[in-house]
């Protein structure tokens, strides 16, 4: 497979929640010289990432992919692994900037198994996360808080919304009356 003599570094940032912002994986990608960058403001869980399909079409080879570090490719070992696979065997290179995979990957030999490694670590990494996150969860509970976003119908509101559909109001009247989407209605009217 020929190399182009115009190679490029091309970028690909992502982050996972609207709130949140790429401008630190941007800024690292700009720094090493990335002349394109892709991104996605959504889950890797999500398969239709199209910052990252795009990026992927974008390249040619020669070219090499760079990301600020590996779970921003991919959750698994086996995404990661399969990608890279598809990367390299298109004589496109990926180059990881920060974590414990920081570097660029071949996949042969020695560097095959390093590789797999890493990745295989940045899974566990993912999963201890989550693991303590659901303690946190769990202990919280225990101590009587929730998560989530606090409720809308209060006892007050609840007993407002029972008596208008009891003088035969709408769920649309009484929404608009307490200020309540109509599915906050319908969900607690309903359940009683």
């Not at 390093?114 to 996150?133: C, G, N, S, V, Y």
Request: charged share 25%; with cysteine.
């Amino acid at each position: 497979m020929a190399i182009r003599k115009d190679s490029k570094l091309i970028g690909y940032c992502r982050v996972s929640t609207a709130p949140q912002t790429v401008a630190l994986q941007r800024d690292a990608l700009e720094e090493v010289g990335c002349q394109r960058i892709f991104q996605d403001k959504v889950s890797s869980r999500v398969k239709d990432r199209t910052g990252l399909l795009a990026a992927l079409d974008y390249l040619r080879a020669g070219d090499t992919l760079c990301v600020w570090k590996l779970d921003r490719l991919g959750r698994s070992v086996k995404e990661v692994l399969t990608m890279a696979d598809d990367l390299h065997s298109r004589g496109v290179g990926l180059r990881i900037l920060t974590g414990r995979l920081a570097g660029t990957y071949t996949p042969t030999g020695e560097g095959k198994f390093f590789f797999t490694m890493m990745a295989a670590f940045a899974e566990l990494e993912r999963d201890m996360l989550q693991e303590r996150t659901f303690a946190g969860l769990a202990a919280a509970r225990e101590q009587g808080r929730t998560g989530g976003r606090p409720t809308v119908m209060t006892p007050d509101a609840l007993a407002a919304a029972r008596a208008r559909r009891a003088n035969g109001q709408t769920p649309t009247q009484i929404a608009k009356a307490l200020g309540v989407s109509r599915a906050s209605i319908y969900r607690h009217l309903n359940s009683q």
